[in-house]
């Protein structure tokens, strides 16, 4: 049973466009939410986290927003550019039960175009 | 400024061989997390130890799987009498505390012939 998910493989926008990657969850508890950069044979790279004690964190190009009533959150990259091109891990976390575990979704393949 | 370091970074084994995956955490990191990717799917956790100690080790097949964290040295996966199903990357993450964000390492990625 999968408690986070990101319903979209993959995705492609054209470079300077905006891309919108989204996440569902399942699990009430959850209270920290996060967003990995993963190229091909590398580790995950952070990106972005939230807390659910906030509803948007901006960091430059890369904006995260929460909707905890709709159990959901989206990544927003604007302006995208072709070095935006990854697989884009959601994860969460919640401190019910657990002990700093992180909850992976299955990634959606982001290609931007030049 | 070290990331987290992990190796090898490749490892071939064959079934019944014993694997030993390594992890040193970032600087000033006292927390480590082992994570497992299988072709397709996304990082699923296995155990998060401190220093000499395992915390939570809920994600941790029952048998052949075992971690540790000693006070010198990196942290180790050792994976007994390894399987075909074991083939997978393992990914190592730390965090200066629990709750602040886990960076993670390149990964070893484990294939079993």
């Known amino acids: 049973d999968q408690q986070v998910k990101q319903n979209s493989p993959s995705l492609s926008v054209q470079e300077g466009r905006i891309s919108i990657l989204n996440c569902d969850y399942t699990?009430?508890?959850?209270?920290?939410f996060l967003w990995y950069k993963k190229y091909p044979a590398e580790g995950p790279t952070f990106l972005i986290s939230i807390s659910s004690i906030k509803d948007k964190n901006e960091d430059g190009r890369f904006t995260v927003f929460l909707n905890k009533s709709a159990k959901h959150l989206s990544l927003h990259i604007v302006p995208s550019q072709p070095g935006d091109s990854a697989v884009y891990f959601c994860a969460a976390s919640g401190t019910e039960g657990s002990q700093g575990n992180l909850i992976f979704g299955k990634g959606t393949k982001l290609s931007v175009k030049p | 400024n070290a990331g987290v370091m992990q190796n090898p970074r490749h490892l071939v084994r064959r079934r019944g061989q014993e694997a030993r995956l390594r992890c040193s955490p970032m600087?000033?990191?006292?927390?480590v997390y082992w994570y497992r990717q299988l072709p397709e799917e996304g990082l699923k956790f296995m155990v998060y130890l401190q220093k000499e100690n395992i915390i939570d080790e809920s994600g941790m097949p029952k048998e052949r799987f075992s971690a540790e964290f000693p006070k010198e040295g990196p942290s180790i996966l050792r994976i007994q009498q390894v399987v075909r199903g074991d083939s997978a990357a393992y990914f190592c993450?730390?965090?200066?505390?629990?709750?602040?964000?886990?960076?993670f390492g390149p990964g070893t990625r484990l294939l079993v012939l």
């Open positions: 699990n009430s508890m959850f209270d920290y």
């Open positions: 600087k000033g990191h006292s927390h």
């Open positions: 993450a730390s965090s200066p505390q629990l709750g602040e964000t886990q960076y």
